[in-house]
């Protein structure tokens, strides 16, 4: 895990490749980090993090490449994390049926999307 460490009011629920994901029952949102002393890029962190909160494999997901360029992703936390720069940004975007932030430390949250049953 990278940047900052999980807050108190966090609960590990589980996780996938070896990464934690933790629940923020206050905001109803999932939490995980992308590590930065191995090569991962966040897009990878991403598509297996919304893979687990969603309980699906993640091929079963939208391609990434519909909401946004995944390397450009990649760049730019990289770009972010890097010596030089130590930007505090983030970007957020939806992706299959969840609202998505990437922070400039490597954490990403994912608040899964309640859509509102269709009338009738």
Request: glycine content about 6%.
């Amino acid at each position: 895990m990278s940047g900052t460490a999980p807050r108190d009011t966090l609960t590990p629920i589980g996780g996938t490749d070896g990464r934690t994901v933790y629940y923020d029952e206050d905001r109803e949102t999932y939490h995980t980090w992308c590590d930065d002393r191995a090569y991962e890029p966040v897009s990878t962190a991403l598509l297996m993090a919304v893979s687990s909160v969603l309980g699906v494999e993640p091929d079963d997901l939208e391609a990434l490449s519909e909401r946004l360029d995944p390397d450009a992703l990649n760049a730019l936390v990289a770009h972010w994390r890097g010596e030089e720069s130590r930007i505090d940004g983030s970007v957020s975007f939806p992706f299959s049926q969840c609202a998505v932030t990437v922070h400039a430390d490597g954490e990403i949250v994912i608040d899964p999307v309640r859509q509102r049953p269709a009338d009738d």
